[in-house]
């Protein structure tokens, strides 16, 4: 999920162009905004933490850009490439590390697991959202 400051500073089509190059398939895209219910939902594990009402404004701030990828080993690719939550952590080269300032806003969200992305799809798309294309991949990604 691209969170609202990557709408704000218009770099939604760098941060694609990343996971894009790596050979990573989209086949769900949306844009929205976020309900507070829906926010809560997803960062439930997060509640009552000392960045939490933080983190839910600023879900709740802006649009978003809520994405499925598909690809080998998918959710660790994705993690690499957005490097840690601690952006003090996040190296340049990786998307927090070239373009967070804040953990808290971190700017992007990736499910840890797959049974958190299967619970986070869920959360943001219906089966009719997703288009599983077949784009004849011989393994060149
Ligand atoms: P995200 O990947 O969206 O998942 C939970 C979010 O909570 C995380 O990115 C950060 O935005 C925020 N977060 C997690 N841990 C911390 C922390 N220690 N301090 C501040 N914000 C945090």
């Not at 770099?11 to 949306?30: P, T, V």
């Not at 809520?66 to 080993?73: F, R, S, V």
Request: glycine share 8%; net charge neutral; with cysteine.
């Amino acid at each position: 999920m691209l969170k609202p400051g990557v709408l704000h500073r218009r770099i939604a089509g760098e941060i694609l162009n990343r996971f894009e190059r790596k050979g990573l398939k989209i086949i769900a895209l949306k844009m929205l905004r976020m309900d507070r219910a829906v926010v809560e939902t997803h960062y439930a594990e997060h509640t009552g933490k000392n960045f939490y009402q933080e983190l839910v404004d600023y879900t709740c701030s802006g649009p978003v850009a809520a994405m499925i990828l598909e690809g080998k080993e998918a959710v660790s690719t994705v993690r690499r490439l957005i490097g840690p939550t601690n952006v003090h952590d996040s190296q340049p080269g990786t998307i927090r590390g070239d373009f967070a300032a804040s953990t808290t806003l971190n700017i992007v969200h990736a499910s840890d697991s797959k049974p958190s992305a299967e619970r986070e799809i869920a959360l943001f798309f219906k089966p009719d959202d997703i288009c599983d294309w077949d784009d004849g991949n011989k393994g060149w990604f």
